[in-house]
């Protein structure tokens, strides 16, 4: 398996321009979850799906964030419009929804919103 | 509020000796905790995981304990080398469906 796939693995983007994070999870993990790292903040959660439904949103940051899992292998984390202190490296994991297992990270998408 | 705590300082130690890094969270009930690595420029390296009921996980050169009364968590690299050098997270369940919260990290070095 190739992992938990994530594009853009970099994104450079003018101030108020929408911006769409990508994500294909492992094929058979049913909960897939998007974190947001910084220097100041750490990781933090954002949102998680488990079979596509978004369970949790409370880490999103306000309105401007949206997230979508139209299907078991693809998600979406979108920012619309974007801004400076949105600049942050994005990770989508995924994980089978027994306890028993670790998350696979994918390797991140860098933004910088200038 | 809740709170994971990790030690922010790095942690450098010299190739051989074990490394100690530190987990302590408050205001948690986690029914399991996890330990990743992460190095620069990379998504976090699932390593252990190990459940309330467990005081003790090994895996090759790494163990894990568990104080559910201290609420904290010890990770330990034996014989460390170099390469172990890299970011270490502990990780929180929280709610259901396997959902994670995450320390800052632990930065340790290992020195030749």
């Known amino acids: 398996d190739a992992g938990v796939i994530q594009s853009p693995r970099h994104e450079v983007t003018e101030m108020g321009q929408e911006v769409t994070l990508r994500c294909k999870p492992i094929s058979g993990h049913n909960s897939l979850f998007w974190y947001r790292q910084t220097m100041m903040r750490g990781l933090e959660l954002l949102i998680y799906?488990?079979?596509?439904?978004?369970?949790?949103d409370s880490g999103m940051p306000e309105d401007r964030f949206s997230a979508k899992m139209p299907n078991a292998s693809f998600s979406t984390l979108k920012i619309q419009p974007s801004e400076p202190r949105d600049s942050a490296v994005y990770f989508c994991a995924s994980s089978p929804t027994s306890y028993n297992y670790g998350y696979t990270f994918g390797s991140g998408t860098r933004l910088t919103v200038v | 509020s809740q709170k994971i705590e990790q030690n922010s300082e790095a942690l450098n130690i010299q190739e051989g000796k074990t490394a100690t890094l530190t987990c302590n969270y408050t205001n948690y009930s986690p029914a399991y905790l996890q330990w990743y690595r992460q190095d620069p420029g990379r998504g976090p390296v699932f390593l252990l995981l190990?459940?309330?009921?467990?005081k003790e996980k090994r895996k090759e050169r790494l163990k894990v304990t568990f104080d559910t009364t201290l609420k904290q968590s010890l990770f330990h690299i034996t014989a460390s080398q170099p390469a172990d050098s890299a970011t270490y997270l502990c990780a929180l369940a929280s709610g259901g469906y396997n959902k994670l919260i995450f320390g800052a990290g632990t930065r340790l070095a290992v020195h030749p």
């Open positions: 799906f488990n079979n596509n439904v978004p369970i949790d």
């Open positions: 190990i459940r309330e009921n467990e």
